[in-house]
């Protein structure tokens, strides 16, 4: 298995900070890789979310979704599963903890996470940071 995780904190409310995530469409302003994000159903576990930056579209399918919590995506690609959990925790100075974590499982995880792993989480700091301000507009 591959892991990484990134975190910050923000004066945002849990509950804004969801709206935000479910509110899919919006990702682009705050999500500086995505060209188009579009969700097929509700945002709710087995609905599938089509990613588009400018070399590609992934298709996530979202398998945990907590109200103002947390939600999981996830992509199988050769023989690995790519998993990412969103999750916001309230801290006891009030601030809200958003953390974006990233798995990587399956054949091979061991020697082709590290390969590819950093490309893809490369963006989180910033995409954490931009949601951040998107949301404490």
Do not use: C, K
């Amino acid at each position: 298995m591959w892991e990484y995780q990134h975190q910050d904190t923000t004066t945002a409310t849990p509950a804004h900070l969801y709206r935000l995530w479910a509110d899919v469409g919006t990702w682009v302003h705050w999500n500086q890789d995505l060209v188009q994000a579009t969700l097929h159903g509700p945002f709710a576990a087995d609905s599938h979310i089509e990613m588009t930056t400018p070399d590609d579209t992934i298709r996530l399918r979202l398998t945990d979704v907590q109200q103002d919590r947390q939600f999981t995506d996830e992509v199988e690609m050769d023989g690995l599963l790519i998993r990412t959990v969103h999750q916001l925790n309230v801290r006891p100075d009030g601030l809200t903890q958003v953390t974006y974590r990233m798995q990587i499982t399956g054949t091979d995880a061991a020697q082709l996470g590290p390969e590819i792993g950093p490309a893809i989480t490369s963006d989180f700091p910033d995409t954490v940071a931009a949601l951040i301000r998107y949301a404490e507009q």
